[in-house]
């Protein structure tokens, strides 16, 4: 789960370049449907790392607070 959310993760960067390349040869249609890209590939990454998180705390049931604890490295 943790190389898939980085993968996605790599992914948004990679579209958000392409983003700014679309911007610069005023291609705003395609620019628009890349914003959607970029969205959506975060919250798959998002989904992928919780989902790391949770076997690696082997809890289940766990929340946003949880997940941002445990990607700041605070006890929690």
Same mark, same amino acid.
């Given at each position: 789960f943790l190389y898939s959310a980085m993968v996605y993760f790599a992914f948004a960067l990679g579209? @958000?370049?392409?983003? %700014?390349? @679309?911007?610069?040869? %005023?291609k705003f249609l395609a620019a628009a449907l890349t914003i959607v890209l970029i969205a959506l590939m975060p919250l798959a990454g998002y989904r992928e790392h919780f989902w790391y998180m949770q076997m690696s705390k082997k809890k289940l049931g766990c929340n946003f607070?949880?997940?941002?604890a445990f990607v700041l490295r605070r006890k929690g």
């Amino acid at each position: 789960f943790l190389y898939s959310a980085m993968v996605y993760f790599a992914f948004a960067l990679g579209f @958000l370049g392409y983003f %700014l390349y @679309l911007l610069f040869n %005023l291609k705003f249609l395609a620019a628009a449907l890349t914003i959607v890209l970029i969205a959506l590939m975060p919250l798959a990454g998002y989904r992928e790392h919780f989902w790391y998180m949770q076997m690696s705390k082997k809890k289940l049931g766990c929340n946003f607070d949880d997940w941002l604890a445990f990607v700041l490295r605070r006890k929690g």
